[in-house]
């Protein structure tokens, strides 16, 4: 029987020597590994191959999707880290006396979801080349062939370019035991997937960067295009089959635009179930108060055959109306993970606010929000009022959220929620997370203020 213990110790100790043969590199050199390595995966064959193995392996999602993902979300993040340092003297602030220079953490421990294997492992590897450190990379049992082959196609890249091939290293076989191991024995734990993945990084004594569960909830006031809010909202939720925690979950939308707007998502290809047909979904979508794992990242038809509702071939999201929010009537105001999104009415703004508010609480703290507004100051009122980390205006959520040639979002796969969410970071998880800074402190003149300069009229009082 494998120890698993002794197996990872052993996959870390390999890593550790070959970070240690890279802690000198130049930014030039490692620039030359992230972009060399970015190229071997998203040209044609490699590309086209880990989406459809991803697709075949995990039984979600859908190749076009998966293919994207790789396009974008690669390209994007390198894209992002050329334009910063990773290497030396990242700041100089002259007035202040400080310098700030970049140190490599060590080893990296990246754990990877089911959902999403084809881009995440590869982002992870080049966040971690970046900064001169090395990663081992715990796999979902069920992608486990997926990342095999990617961190192949790595490793003979960082030969092919004189580095060493144990930067980037992988659990070949999969378990709970080995990941946790993995969590335990790295210095710092990179982790992407579901809550009890990221409670255990979080609590595996190593230092970690993790994400909260989404519920992403979009808000339609009457001042929206909605033809054009109607054909993002689609593009969003079918994309990958929603395996994104970003894609529209809820949809709140002003009540006097509420049936023009439903007309426009059916033109798009959104199926709005009856009442009774409604029934019938939510009890094949949740199993004894649970999500059932059968329709997480399936095709509509998939999941309304499931149901045993018709709907038609071209069916691209199901549409499911509601009037609550919480556990145990009204699931439909939760995270689903599929391509199914529930309406709600609102008659003022901000009834509409509130109802954001109510249910990014229920599910989804810290995650993120959207609006399809053009009403400036609405926008701002939504972004003060909500307890999230990202607000997408005018944008389809699950291919903004994370970044998008078309907004200035730090390119990721891992989107921190702050305390809210259960996280140490509200951000977009980069490259920046994986380095140690050490300031250098120089003597300036004195700032000290003079006490009527501090503290003005209150000392009158």
Same mark, same amino acid.
């Given at each position: ?6 197996y ?16 000198n ?7 030359k ?5 970015c ?6 064959g490699?590309a086209?191959?880990?989406?459809q193995?991803?697709?075949?392996e ?13 396009m ?6 390198l894209?992002? #880290? ?11 602030? !002259? ?12 080893v ?17 590897? #080049?966040m ?25 196609l ?17 659990? !070949?076989?999969?378990?709970?035991v ?23 990084a ?34 969003s ?31 798009e290809?959104? =199926?709005?179930v ?14 004894d108060g ?12 998939t ?25 145990d ?5 939760g995270e689903k ?6 309406? =709600? ?13 109510t ?21 701002? !009122?939504?972004?003060?009022a909500?307890?999230v ?17 078309t907004?200035? #979002? ?10 809210w ?9 980069? =490259? ?15 700032? #000290?203020?003079?006490d009527a300069?501090l503290?003005?009229?209150?000392m009158?009082?």
């Open positions: 029987m494998l120890d698993e213990k002794a990872v110790a052993g996959l870390v100790e390999r890593a550790r020597v070959a970070q240690q043969e890279i802690e590199y130049t930014q030039e050199q490692v620039d590994l992230i972009t060399a390595i190229w071997d995966i998203v040209k044609d490699p086209q191959k880990i989406a193995m991803a697709v075949d995990s039984k979600m999602g859908n190749y076009e999707s998966k293919y994207g993902k790789l974008v979300k690669l390209k994007g993040g894209r992002d #880290m050329l334009l910063e340092k990773s290497v030396g003297v990242l700041e100089r602030d !002259e007035k202040k006396g400080l310098i700030k220079i970049a140190k490599p953490i060590g990296i421990g990246g754990v990877l979801p089911c959902t999403n294997p084809e881009a995440t492992p590869v982002l992870k590897a #080049m971690a080349l970046k900064t001169r450190n090395a990663i081992v990379l715990a796999p979902h049992p069920r992608t486990k062939k997926t990342n095999a082959y990617i961190v192949d790595m490793r003979e890249t960082l030969k092919k370019h004189g580095a060493p091939e144990d930067l980037i290293l992988c659990i !070949e076989e999969p378990s709970l080995a990941s946790n191991e993995v969590m335990k024995q790295c210095d710092l734990v990179l982790a992407t997937g579901g809550g009890p993945m990221v409670k255990a979080y609590s595996s004594g190593t230092p970690a960067y993790g994400v909260g569960q989404g519920n992403a909830t979009v808000l339609v006031d009457e001042t929206a295009d909605l033809k054009d809010a109607a054909n993002k909202i689609m593009r939720k079918s994309f990958d089959f929603s395996t994104s925690c970003s894609s529209e979950n809820s949809l709140v939308i002003q009540e006097g635009i509420y049936n023009d707007f439903v007309a426009c998502l059916k033109a290809g959104g =199926f709005l009856s009442a009774d047909e409604k029934v019938k979904l939510q009890e094949t979508m949740w199993v649970h999500l059932n794992p059968d329709i997480i990242a399936q095709s509509p038809k999941i309304a055959d499931l149901a045993g509702i018709n709907v038609p071939a071209d069916c691209k999201f199901i549409m499911v109306e509601e009037t609550g929010i919480g556990p009537q009204y699931p439909f105001s993970l599929s391509p199914v999104t529930t309406m =709600f009415k609102y008659g003022t703004f901000a009834e509409g606010v509130n109802k954001v508010k249910i990014t609480s229920f599910h989804g703290k810290g995650h993120s929000c959207g609006i399809h507004s053009t009403n400036d100051d609405r926008i701002l !009122e939504l972004a003060m909500t307890k980390s990202r607000m997408m205006v005018r944008q389809p959520q699950a291919l903004a959220n994370s970044g998008a040639w907004n200035g #979002m730090p390119m990721t796969l891992t989107l921190g929620c702050g305390t969410g259960g996280n140490i970071s509200s951000e977009n998880i980069t =490259f920046k997370k994986l380095l140690n800074v050490t300031w250098v402190s120089y003597p300036i003149a004195s700032t #000290m203020p003079t300069e503290f003005g009229d209150i009158k009082e």
